[in-house]
């Protein structure tokens, strides 16, 4: 679709709050998003909505389906003036994310990342696509009004489109595109959420055109992440200067070399000025939100680094803040 012409978009990246009962989103989830959905928010992604038939990346992932309250967190996000935004995912049977933060053994993570991949067959991968269909078909009809692909962090779709894990990686491109041309009406956005680095130094250092295949894939953004989730989490969430200040650098060298494409950075970018980005470079920002439902308006506000968001990793089965309450 054609963008609107908007100086810098901000947007709420996705976060998987936990809010919910049986894959059910509940009022704790809906009350989340219309917290964070005004002070002049561009659009506010869903995240990790595991899509029919597919698996979450923990028990309590939510699921979309033809629910009102998809329809009501939809409803609430634009009332407060953001689009609604939804991240497809799915992982596979048996899947199980760490608890620790970074892996001692990122090759044999590779290797395992690798086995799974070449696993998957193509009935499979087409039925995924399937329910990838029928996903976007519901969220729409709920009211989202920007649909992202979660192919970052190591999850199915990752793993698929990334020729480094997959050999079905060129049919994956053309489903992809095909889900794009048939599924999605021309007046709703798309964005894919890709990761740049898995933290695997060794492997990340070889060689690879897969950045290029993913930024050629006709979405509207292409929102930039880094890690996979079992090998160095630091990366998806970052907290230090230098690797927040090399994910951005990172970040703003891919979008230079696409200049006719749309990228989302983050890694506590809000503070980053209109001259330090691209101008096809837009503002995507998570921990600060959470830790501020207002911090587009405060903006000194936001995360501290104390780590509590991480309930998956401490054990716990939903979203906490040590500043938020
Ligand atoms: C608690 C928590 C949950 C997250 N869940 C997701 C998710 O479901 N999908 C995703 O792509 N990223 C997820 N992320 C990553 C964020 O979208 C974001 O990329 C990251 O936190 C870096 O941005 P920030 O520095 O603005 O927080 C999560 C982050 C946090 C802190």
């Not at 407060?80 to 992982?91: C, D, E, I, N, Y």
């Not at 933060?101 to 696993?119: D, W």
């Not at 090399?246 to 200049?259: F, G």
């Not at 980053?272 to 096809?280: D, G, I, Q, R, V």
Request: charged fraction near 20%; include cysteine.
């Amino acid at each position: 679709m054609e963008l609107p012409n908007t100086d810098r978009r901000i947007f709420f990246l996705a976060v998987n709050s936990g809010y919910t009962e049986n894959g059910i989103p509940d009022s704790r989830f809906l009350e989340f998003y219309a917290a964070r959905s005004g002070n002049g928010l561009y659009c506010a992604i869903v995240g990790n909505v595991a899509i029919p038939n597919g698996h979450g990346t923990n028990i309590n992932t939510p699921k979309i389906e033809k629910l009102s309250i998809w329809e009501d967190i939809a409803k609430a996000i634009s009332d407060k003036g953001a689009l609604p935004g939804v991240q497809l995912s799915t992982t596979w049977l048996g899947y199980n994310g760490n608890k620790g933060f970074i892996s001692k053994t990122p090759q044999e993570e590779i290797s395992n990342y690798k086995r799974i991949a070449s696993s998957f067959e193509q009935a499979q991968i087409r039925a995924q696509y399937q329910s990838l269909e029928e996903a976007a078909k519901i969220a729409i009809d709920c009211g989202f009004k920007h649909i992202q692909l979660h192919a970052a962090h190591g999850y199915f779709f990752n793993l698929l489109l990334d020729s480094r894990f997959s050999k079905h990686h060129q049919l994956a491109a053309e489903l992809t595109q095909n889900w794009l041309a048939n599924t999605i009406p021309d007046d709703i956005e798309t964005s894919i959420r890709i990761s740049t680095l898995t933290g695997a130094q060794q492997f990340d250092s070889i060689e690879s055109s897969f950045i290029e295949d993913l930024t050629s894939l006709p979405f509207d953004y292409h929102d930039i992440s880094e890690g996979f989730y079992n090998i160095d989490k630091k990366l998806i969430y970052p907290s230090l200067n230098e690797i927040l200040t090399a994910r951005i650098e990172r970040t703003k060298n891919i979008a230079l070399r696409n200049p006719n494409n749309s990228f989302i950075v983050s890694g506590k970018s809000f503070a980053l000025s209109k001259a330090e980005l691209p101008n096809n470079v837009h503002v995507g920002t998570c921990r600060d939100l959470i830790a501020n439902p207002n911090f587009l308006q405060d903006q000194h506000n936001g995360c501290k680094n104390k780590m509590k968001c991480h309930y998956y990793s401490r054990g716990k089965s939903t979203l906490t803040c040590g500043l938020w309450k």
